[in-house]
């Protein structure tokens, strides 16, 4: 029975942790391909620039991916605690994000990031126990 509960909430941990990290990933790649704002919207005009915006499949993927996430938290918020929820999606999600940025994003994520990220993976263990 623990173990089916622990399996629970490692799901939805898990869902809210993939959708908010796809979501990350779409809308910030979306933002490169479309350029600088400022210079869209004194080319084009504030509507040209949400124009531009609304305009992206990467940003509108994003977005729905974010909508996901937000609904995964909330049915998980329903059914689990707090306390573990809330600082395990909210650190694993810097986690998946610093590892995403490496590597689709092609960002140069350096050692004190990638050290932060060990050292929340073990917060996050701890606080499962």
Partial sequence: MIVQHAAKDALMIGAVVVTATVGDVMIASAMRSIGDLDEIRAR???????RAVLGSTRFVTGVTFMALSFFSLLFALSNAD?????PAT???????????????LKEAVDRRRWIAAVLVCAGVALITR
């Fill in 90 to 104: 909210a650190s694993l999600t810097f986690v998946t994000n610093a590892v995403a940025a490496k590597f689709f």
């Fill in 44 to 50: 084009s005009g504030i509507f040209g620039a949400i």
């Fill in 82 to 86: 707090l306390s573990l929820i809330a």
